[in-house]
């Protein structure tokens, strides 16, 4: 199993970027598919952005397509969320999770997930 911390978050006025990052203890981080969702006060959770277990294939969410960039460094155990021209509407708390259930994009498909960071973009 793996434990994903996240780490990066912050405020950031419109326009701008930020990059997140989520380290997960465990020998076996290479073999899980990983995704980022993100939760709004008073909203449910919604799928970002995933990326396959060997990072050769992605999947983004439309709202976010062309503007974050997901990464990861297997040799790290750690994974990466850039994210470029922030919206007000970005902000949310950002999670990491790690499941072996392909590109999904439902929480459901996850099995393994970090506490979250904050983002807050000001307009």
């Known amino acids: 199993q793996v434990q994903p911390v996240e780490s990066g978050g912050g405020l950031v006025q419109a326009g701008g970027s930020l990059r997140l990052s989520c380290a997960a203890s465990?020998?076996?981080?290479?073999?899980?598919?990983m995704g980022w969702f993100r939760q709004a006060p008073g909203k449910e959770r919604e799928f970002v952005v995933a990326i396959g277990w060997s990072g050769r294939t992605t999947y983004y969410a439309d709202s976010v397509k062309g503007r974050f960039t997901i990464s990861r460094d297997n040799a790290k155990n750690t994974l990466y969320l850039q994210m470029n021209s922030l919206k007000p509407e970005d902000t949310a708390v950002y999670y990491c999770a790690a499941g072996h259930n392909g590109l999904g994009n439902d929480p459901r498909d996850y099995d393994y997930w970090g506490q979250g960071t904050q983002v807050t973009v000001s307009s």
């Open positions: 465990g020998r076996t981080f290479n073999s899980y598919d």
